[in-house]
């Protein structure tokens, strides 16, 4: 058996977090080192590892993951403006092997990033 990502235990109530927002699919928190103003983090309750380990029964909670992040954005007062970056694997920066969708808003946000 896997170890449990720290997203599941904050998902299972073993650590805590701002909630955000949550549904039976996912749930959002604010990131503990933000890089915008606004930075939330919405992950699926499934566990997919990185976003290349889903799977075409995924499509459908994939899509529910950018509905979600939408709608967090919106409801904290960004939904004309915000990104939502996914980083897949170590070399692309993540850091929690549990897949999730960064939200960012709040600052300008230059193009290309980082």
Known sequence: ????????????????????????????????????????????????????????????LLGRLLLAAAAVARSHGHGEAFRVAVNNGAGAGQTVFHLHVHVLAGRALGWPPG
């Open 1 to 60: 058996m896997r170890e449990k990502t720290l997203f599941s235990r904050i998902i299972e109530g073993e650590i805590p977090a701002d909630i955000l927002y949550e549904d039976e699919y996912c749930i959002a928190i604010r990131d503990i080192n933000p890089q915008a103003p606004f930075h939330a983090l919405v992950v699926p309750r499934k566990v997919i590892p990185r976003l290349v380990d889903g799977s075409e029964e995924d499509a459908m």
